[in-house]
């Protein structure tokens, strides 16, 4: 069990004027009760990487087309038990590293998840990252760069900058105007910029609480396929659930800008401050983007801030060809994309961009100067200058976040941008050819054209009654789901259960599509 | 730039019931437009991975004493500009994958970063992680165990109850009855309890926003060193800013009880519903634990929930030998702990602590019938089954999440948890002997008798009048960071600034201690 880092050294970086301490005597931490050190050893992560990098070789290679295998809970987490160690307090790491049971850790959370890298998993919006991205990930987990502060995450707020100037360029925002923060997903990035038009659109409800105003009521105006993490915002930040206006959707389940106006004079009139408007690009039941354009005009017309929760396809930005679907987001005060969903880095990696960059200080506005001990004062420095101009601190909810914009700005590096646009068109295409091919077979419903990546569907075996149509798709999830080498979800739309499939993987093309079809026949036969 | 991912694959695993679909016909992706897949294949992991894995080892074997390198932002950007691939859309990826830019890129981060493994860093809570951790970092980057939901993370949601058990075992709670959700840092987990104290202690504001009751204009006590994560909360969920009280401190900065005890009884007598006390252990300036069991004392008299930000020092639970400084924890209504301060495993990774699990979904309450085309029907089903026991879905706030609480078991699972004890027991034991060394220093004062392994004190050079000591702090800290060995930090404290360590790294002992009072001896006859 010895280690390099456990020998005696001197700290040979020490300055002359550090005069001679007494110098750490490494040698003596060797003996049994030192051990835990190991733990920490530069030897560990020699053994263990081997092992990692191995079987992550071996996963990427996998061929087989296949669902997920739901394990019983209890059961695996009795296999999970059995999997720790029973070292003794004080013996443990005697008998050295154990790379084995590393090993069979690694299999088990294999075994147990998600098969993303499979043509078989349609089911959500996680796709296979990037994998210099996913190593990029270890390098920072090992010396992070926590990316709040300048100080102590320079290359990732350098990184924020340019990322920032690179979206900007594409809606023709001023990137000395505008404002970027990355933060830990996008139910974080949209409650973040709904406080921020709370906190700017209802002047004193930071210091006085969010309760009625001149104006009337507080309230927030989503459509009726926003997704969970937006809808439930106002119960969050005090506004109540009680005060959303739901917006009506048309029939490709967008926003229906016509209705959405009428609903929003109606509820004025009625007393109600309707003060932000969130529109989805693309919604997460059937990837439905709303009309931003006439949104923005709604919005912009009556003093509402306009927020878009564009997670999936604000992606789209980067590509030329698929970029005009999100005409008019470059009015919207704010909006989030998640780059770990469309732009293929780990998760979380959100991207929260403000129109008006002086805005973004709004969402937490914070005065030092409030407590007696200042005990901001190790991170707020009083002095504004080159640094502090860079970093996020004030902006960010998080203090302690991962630098995972590096990610991100990591793949744009070393590949350039038109490997993420290109896989995009890919996936736009092939949703496409999908619902044209659904849309043809006799026995196949598409619920609606789409927008995005993301298809809704049902099966319909000739003379099944109208009445059992749902039933039937519950259960060809519940089958595919456990039994299949298929995995797709469901989504209730307006009370029907309905298939969704979710192109995420560019190794995915229309044999899979057609397979996914006879698999699905073959299933309903069973199911009778 | 060929790849085994690329050449023609009959999807192997494929149900004979699936049929005969047409089968992809990968071999015509080798075409030039192509190139793009190869940012995505498993030789570019092999080629990263193998790169990463080098310069990793080298940086943990690296033995000097050093601060951090503060750079221009201008040029740094400038320097990260210029190692971006200037390769043309659709040019990309003809010469292979660059690993020499991806090298440099690694360099660069490590060189802006900083040097949480030098042991001159003691300026703030961020440790190097366990290494075995970190590897499992890229494991689960690669392939995603989203862990809001059991079908997705199953693993993770295996392991959250495994370490909620043990963490139960060890303050006495009934592990059926009580609940643990791991979430994305501390400022969400305290935003997360205090919403849950908030719907739970307020009747209707979840619904109807979070105005006054019938018991008075609801406020939120926190002690004046609360960490402003905290102390943001009532302005972000609604309460608003003013409806803070602030309750005073004792000598060691931790919360007066008694002072406590009758400032809430004053604000209630002026009108005031606390509804929710926010204590530390330890607070982030100095590391204090206020005195849970008093604090315990008032709220469970006077109905109020108490919440404990743990973040840093709820870890000692672990030891047997710190646990007593956190005695009367168990008797909160909620608390958190930071796996990703002292328990060393890659950030975010946040344990939050229920006592009464049946109050965890309060924090989001959800009504999926709230919808019309019930937009999270895609996750929540409505069949409360063996699996939606074991996951977090409605109780989280975000929805797509890092299976980060597997880092911690992994650990725990490899090593045996006396390896993270061990490690804080060393830390802490560390920051009492240097407390008592810099005591007895004619030319130091220390500010506080530490309850955790932080430290702040001032140097005071015979003669120094009382008038220019605080700016001789920051001066000291300014030419530490940018010239000297050694890394600390500073916080004002009642109008003061001094300097502040925090010991983190176990690879720190007495020598370097003594080593830092030389160099800051040295600074200070060269600042005059």
Tied chains: 1, 2.
């Excluded at 709904?194 to 459509?223: E, H, K, M, Y």
């Excluded at 998080?398 to 630098?403: A, L, Y």
């Excluded at 039937?472 to 456990?482: F, P, S």
């Amino acid at each position: 069990v010895s280690d390099k880092r456990l020998a005696a050294v001197a700290p040979s970086g020490m300055s002359p004027s550090g005069g001679a301490p007494n110098l750490p005597d490494h040698s003596q931490r060797e003996s049994a009760g030192e051990d835990w050190r190991n733990a920490f050893s530069a030897t560990s992560f020699d053994q263990f990487a081997a092992v990692a990098v191995d079987k992550i070789g071996e996963l990427l290679r996998r061929q087989a087309v296949e669902g997920v295998t739901l394990e019983d809970p209890a059961a695996l987490m009795a296999e999970a038990r059995a999997l720790m160690t029973t070292n003794e307090p004080g013996a443990s790491l005697e008998s050295g590293l154990d790379t084995e049971r590393f090993a069979r850790i690694v299999d088990l959370y294999f075994r147990t998840g998600i098969k993303v890298g499979s043509t078989g998993y349609m089911a959500r919006q996680f796709s296979r990252v990037i994998p210099a991205a996913a190593v990029f990930d270890m390098v920072t987990a090992i010396a992070p760069q926590p990316a709040t502060f300048y100080e102590a995450g320079q290359l990732a707020n350098v990184a924020d900058k340019i990322i920032c100037q690179e979206f900007a360029r594409r809606i023709s925002w001023n990137h000395e105007t505008c404002d970027m923060i990355t933060t830990s997903g996008a139910s974080l990035a949209n409650l973040t910029a709904i406080v921020a038009a709370r906190n700017d659109r209802l002047s004193g409800s930071w210091a006085a609480g969010a309760a009625s105003t001149a104006r009337g009521i507080p309230t927030i105006a989503v459509g009726e396929d926003a997704h969970y993490s937006v809808s439930r915002v106002p119960g969050i930040i005090g506004i109540g659930q009680d005060n959303i206006l739901k917006l009506p959707l048309n029939g490709r389940r967008q926003i229906c800008a016509l209705s959405a106006a009428a609903a929003i004079e109606a509820a004025r009139a009625k007393g109600r401050d309707v003060f932000c408007i969130v529109a989805s690009a693309g919604s997460t039941s059937v990837g439905a983007i709303d009309p931003l354009e006439e949104l923005a005009e709604i919005a912009q017309a009556a003093g509402i801030w306009l927020h878009v929760d564009a997670a999936h396809s604000g992606a789209f930005l980067l590509s030329d060809k698929v970029r005009p679907r999100l005409r008019g987001i470059e009015r919207a005060d704010s909006f989030c994309v998640d780059a770990h969903k469309m732009l293929f880095v780990p998760s979380l990696c959100t991207l929260l961009f403000y129109r008006d960059g002086a805005k973004a200080r709004g969402a937490f506005s914070q005065q030092a100067s409030d407590f007696a001990s200042n005990p901001a004062s190790y991170v707020f420095d009083d002095r504004e200058d080159a640094m502090s101009r860079f970093e996020s601190g004030g902006k960010n909810f998080e203090c302690t976040k991962r630098p995972a914009i590096l990610n991100l700005w990591l793949v744009w590096a070393l590949f350039g941008v038109d490997v993420i646009a290109q896989k995009i068109e890919y996936l736009v295409d092939l949703t496409w050819e999908a619902y044209r091919y659904l849309s043809l077979l006799p026995d196949f419903a598409v619920i609606h054209e789409p927008d995005s990546n993301i298809l809704c569907f049902e099966h319909r075996p000739h003379g099944l009654p109208d009445g059992r149509v749902s039933a039937l798709q519950r259960a060809l999830w519940d089958r595919l789901r456990t039994e299949g080498k298929f995995f797709v979800s469901k989504v209730d739309i307006d009370g029907r259960t309905v298939l969704r499939a979710v192109f995420m993987n560019h190794e995915i093309d229309m044999g899979h599509v057609k397979a996914l079809v006879a698999e699905i026949r073959h299933a309903a036969g069973e199911i009778g």
